[in-house]
């Protein structure tokens, strides 16, 4: 079973950057793959990034370019680099793990077995 435990949302300005972590115990995660999810308040959870078991990154449309999906085997922990942060960036952001995509990655909620507890970004004007 894998537990995991996302850190580092907080409070920022428009314009600036945040990191979250996302921390694997029970088990190693280094051989899944790994996504974030956000859930902005009163809307639905979407997809934000994902990075392949072998390290390669995948972007939602509106985030390419401003995040940066990462993973540290050593530390079976996967990062989210935040930058230029909008105030329509605030929501609740989830890590989530499957072993169920091969060398590939999800876009999916259903794609994904296990999920963390989410940290709260907010993004002030």
């Known amino acids: 079973q894998v537990q995991l435990v996302e850190s580092g949302g907080g409070l920022v300005q428009a314009g600036g950057s945040l990191t979250l972590s996302c921390e694997g115990s029970?088990?190693?995660?280094?051989?899944?793959?790994m996504a974030w999810f956000r859930q902005p308040p009163g809307k639905e959870r979407t997809f934000v990034a994902a990075?392949?078991?072998?390290?390669?990154?995948h972007y939602a449309d509106s985030d390419e370019g401003r995040f940066t999906a990462s993973r540290v085997n050593a530390k079976n922990a996967v990062y989210l680099q935040m930058n230029k942060l909008k105030t329509e960036d605030k929501a609740v952001y989830y890590c989530?793990?499957?072993?169920?995509?091969?060398?590939?990655?999800?876009?999916?909620?259903?794609?994904?077995?296990?999920w963390g507890q989410g940290t709260q970004d907010t993004v002030s004007s």
């Open positions: 989530a793990a499957t072993l169920s995509r091969g060398s590939g990655y999800g876009t999916k909620e259903y794609e994904y077995e296990y």
């Open positions: 029970g088990r190693t995660i280094n051989n899944y793959a």
């Open positions: 990075i392949s078991w072998l390290g390669e990154p």
